[in-house]
Structure formats: structure tokens, C-alpha cells
């Protein structure tokens, strides 16, 4: 969890799916959050059921936005403890070949350029405070991917190439930076492809050691705990939360599995 007694944790994307997750748990810790989306419908809702949590609105892809809210934040609330990134950009899915230019800005000014955005406006006061949290969600396609993902995968790559380069850089002044990177994980945007063909489900937890979908709880536990105190000696790092799934290079069914 957060360390108690210091600042808010941040938390972009915090909409649906991971970052809502994410943001619920750090309030049910009785952490203060604040909740960041680009509409504050989804976390107005939050807020409404967690007097701990701000509902602010804000688009990582642009930069007056980012700064406005950080200088926000900072000045209501103090030097965030935590900032956890979960703005994502949808998949830009499909051949290459074919991919225009324009759906791979997108995919890059969300995944990559807003999270150096975020990491930079809030990372300041971090370091200005001399202590801070980053944990940047990338994702297991960095690892071993799927046809037609080319930028996703080019974005989410730049994300830990940025954690790396943070680390290295804010380390000293008492800010970690990492990132988790979950693999087949059961959201409200993995479920229309796992709904799509009953196959794909099966396909997955077939090639999962751990014989399942993973379920938000499973990447909040690790967010939780790198976002905390007890990740100090922790930097650089990305935290795979797969169930196995990339260490796998079996073929088919999963030959151990009770």
C-alpha cells in the first residue's frame, strides 16, 4: 500500500479496467486518490463512493492538461506519495502494412508520450519533496506478442525503456520508477475478445502454467506493493503478472496441469 502519512496517489486511467481497480483499492487502504480520466463520469462515480477520492479530469495526451492538473493536485493535496499510470490507447490492431500513420501517433501520443508527460509533471514534486512511487503499466506484449500489434508493442517497449531511464536518473533523489506488466488479464476490454470466440478463452488458459485468466486483483497486488515502502530498494524494474504465460514455450495444452 501507499506509505501512510504522506501525499495522494495518483492514478491515470483510473476510468475502468486496471486503473479502476487500482484506484479502488489504494481507497480502500484509506489512501487519499486522486482519480484521473478524461471524463469524470466514470470517476465521479468513484469519488462518490469513496470520500477519500478526487475525480479530476485530465488527457495524458496533452501537455497543458497534464501540467495544469499536476500544479492542481500538488497544490490541494501535497507531493503525490504515488503515481500510477493506466491511460491506454486502444490497440491499433492490424497488418502493418496497412497501419496509418495517424493510428500509430495515437497509439504512441497516449501509451508512451502521455505517461512521460505524467511521469515528468508529477514526478517534479516528487522530487522536490524528496520521495515518490512511479509504477507504469506496460504490458506482457513487450515480452512476447500477437500478429498485428506493432504499435502497441513499439509503445508499450518506449514505456520501460522511460522506466529504465528514470530510475537511473531519479534514483538518487527518492523517487523508484518501475513498471508492471500484465499479461491475459480479465477486464472490461480484454472481455469482448475473450466473448468473441469461446476458443480464445480456452486458447489462453491453455497456455497459462497457472490454468486461468488473470483478474484485476492480481495486477493491483503488485501495483500496491511497489507503489509502497517496502519497494524502496526497487527501481528499473518490470514486474511481469502473467500466471507464467511468457516463460511458456509448450505448444497446445499445458502437459502438467492437474
Known amino acids: 500500500m501507499a506509505d501512510p502519512g504522506r501525499g495522494p496517489v495518483v492514478v491515470t486511467g483510473a476510468g475502468s479496467g486496471i486503473g479502476r481497480a487500482v484506484a479502488e483499492a489504494f481507497a480502500r487502504q484509506g489512501a487519499t486518490v486522486v482519480a484521473l480520466a478524461r471524463s469524470t463520469d466514470a470517476t465521479g462515480e468513484l469519488a462518490a463512493q469513496h470520500d477519500s477520492v478526487v475525480s479530476l479530469s485530465m488527457d495524458v495526451t496533452v501537455e497543458d492538461s497534464v501540467v495544469d492538473v499536476a500544479a492542481q493536485v500538488t497544490r490541494d493535496h501535497g507531493a503525490p506519495s504515488a503515481l500510477v499510470t493506466c491511460a491506454a490507447a486502444g490497440a491499433a490492431a492490424g497488418p502493418t502494412e496497412s497501419l496509418s500513420l495517424s493510428a500509430w501517433r495515437d497509439a504512441l501520443e497516449c501509451d508512451l508520450t502521455g ?14 519533496a524528496g520521495y515518490g512511487r512511479i509504477v507504469n503499466m506496460t504490458s506482457f506484449h513487450t515480452v512476447a506478442t500477437y500478429p498485428q500489434r506493432a504499435a502497441y508493442v513499439a509503445a508499450k517497449s518506449g514505456v520501460e525503456g522511460l522506466v529504465k531511464g528514470l530510475a537511473v536518473e531519479w534514483g538518487g533523489r527518492g523517487v ?8 491475459p488479464i480479465r477486464t472490461p476490454r480484454t472481455q469482448f475478445f475473450l466473448d468473441s470466440d469461446p476458443a480464445n478463452e480456452a486458447g489462453m488458459i491453455g497456455r497459462t502454467p497457472a490454468g486461468r485468466i488473470g483478474e484485476l486483483p492480481d495486477v493491483v497486488a503488485a501495483v500496491s506493493f511497489l507503489a509502497g515502502p ?12 502473467d500466471g507464467g504465460w511468457t516463460s511458456n ?7 502438467f496441469r492437474p
Open 115 to 128: 505517461t512521460f508527460l505524467s511521469n515528468r509533471e508529477f514526478g517534479r514534486p516528487m522530487l522536490k
Open 230 to 241: 517496502d519497494a524502496a530498494w526497487i527501481s528499473g524494474q518490470v514486474l511481469v503478472v
Open 249 to 255: 514455450a509448450w505448444w497446445g495444452q499445458h502437459p
Open 176 to 183: 523508484t520508477v518501475n513498471a508492471v506488466a500484465p499479461g
